[in-house]
């Protein structure tokens, strides 16, 4: 009885397995995206990446868009996270940088093109903080603590390797809100066109957030006045509006330059 009851079933099995060859589609074979390991980075920087919604968060967003609020014209600004590529929308003019070369769009010479190559991604570097400072490249320092209006900042130096970015003897150092661990100072060097680097920071104040999907980034940046290398008052303020965060991918097309448009390098 066992034995045909064994017969039985292998001839059932065969059959099923007739039937799937004959009538089942053969499956196509789908490469795995590879995973990439998570980059370790001092338990400093990393508390600040992880007060704004965290670093892997950031990086799994493809682009990011922001409006900037000027009174000459708000400035749609659109950034491809992986490549950097850039455009900058306003009713005057169209800045881009399509991965290779910057370029301008305008009927006349409203925007200087020498300053397209400085300005296509400084707005969107400053906005970008702290996410920013994770990319490769960087080296992070513990520096002593801003002391301001009754509160010490923690701080940790930003420097990069020879050859990242544009200007890589810039230097940053982030000042973190210490209860919050929220980037709340940014001071910076600006050497771009010098070649050497600088001891003259500037400094920017970062204690207004807005929540972009699960990122907290900035809705206003806040540049003070510098005495002894320390910030006073503030002197200027600048806020974004319509900030959006997306792991959509954007054709290389948008970031193009146009017919009408020309290099600006």
Not at 74 to 88: A, F, G, P, W, Y
Not at 173 to 196: F, H, S
Request: net charge negative; proline share 5%.
């Amino acid at each position: 009885m066992k034995k045909i009851i064994f017969l039985f079933a292998i001839s059932i099995f065969a059959l099923s397995c007739k039937q799937s060859t004959e009538t089942a589609p053969i499956p196509e074979l789908v490469e795995e995206t590879p995973k990439v390991a998570t980059k370790e980075y001092p338990a400093t920087i990393a508390s600040v990446f992880k007060a704004h919604g965290g670093i892997d968060t950031w990086n799994a967003a493809n682009n990011v868009s922001f409006t900037l609020e000027k009174e000459a014209g708000n400035e749609v600004h659109t950034v491809d996270l992986k490549s950097r590529k850039v455009t900058i929308k306003t009713e005057k003019f169209t800045l881009g940088f399509d991965g290779e070369k910057v370029w301008l769009d305008q009927d006349s010479t409203y925007y200087q093109p020498q300053r397209a190559r400085f300005y296509h991604n400084l707005m969107f570097y400053f906005y970008a903080m702290p996410f920013v400072l994770g990319d490769d490249g960087i080296t992070y320092t513990d520096v002593p603590a801003l002391d301001f209006e009754g509160v010490s900042y923690p701080g940790t130096k930003i420097s990069f390797g020879a050859g990242v970015g544009d200007a890589p003897d810039d230097e940053y150092i982030v000042y973190r809100d210490p209860k919050t661990n929220q980037m709340t100072w940014l001071a910076y060097t600006v050497t771009y066109g010098k070649n050497e680097k600088s001891d003259r920071f500037s400094f920017i104040k970062y204690d207004q957030w807005t929540k972009v999907g699960d990122l907290q980034l900035p809705s206003a940046l806040q540049w003070y006045k510098v005495v002894d290398g320390a910030p006073t008052e503030m002197a200027a303020e600048r806020t974004f509006i319509n900030a959006t965060a997306s792991d959509k991918i954007l054709d290389d097309s948008f970031f193009a330059k146009p017919e009408s448009g020309e290099f600006a390098e």
